[in-house]
């Protein structure tokens, strides 16, 4: 079993900054690509910012200019820096990630539990 944890999440006025952090953990052989997502009440879930295991990074445009995905490779973690916070980023943020587990299977997609993001006016 693999396991995602986040951190990181909480209130913040606009124009904050906040990090959020997710490390996976469990039976990992490789992982493809991390990522951050996150829904809104009453909306879908939607991507943010996802990063390959290459470093190929890819944002929403809500997301471009003001977030930055990071991986540390070795501690199995991504983050997520967010800058310049606006109350329509206020959402629950979820890390996804793509792992083996085994050489002999396929690659899975797993989540996080989600971290509350609030961002006050």
């Known amino acids: 079993q693999v396991q995602l944890v986040e951190s990181g999440g909480g209130l913040v006025q606009a124009g904050g900054s906040l990090r959020l952090s997710c490390t996976a953990s469990?039976?990992?052989?490789?992982?493809?690509?991390m990522g951050w997502y996150r829904q809104a009440p009453g909306k879908q879930r939607e991507s943010v910012a996802i990063?390959?295991?290459?470093?190929?990074?890819s944002y929403a445009d809500s997301a471009k200019g003001r977030f930055t995905i990071s991986r540390d490779n070795l501690q199995r973690t991504v983050y997520l820096q967010m800058n310049s916070l606006k109350p329509e980023d206020t959402a629950v943020y979820y890390c996804?990630?793509?792992?083996?587990?085994?050489?002999?299977?396929?690659?899975?997609?797993?989540w996080g539990q989600g971290t509350q993001v609030t961002v006050s006016e």
């Open positions: 996804n990630a793509d792992v083996r587990s085994s050489w002999l299977s396929s690659s899975r997609e797993y």
């Open positions: 469990g039976k990992i052989v490789s992982i493809n690509h």
């Open positions: 990063e390959t295991s290459a470093g190929s990074t």
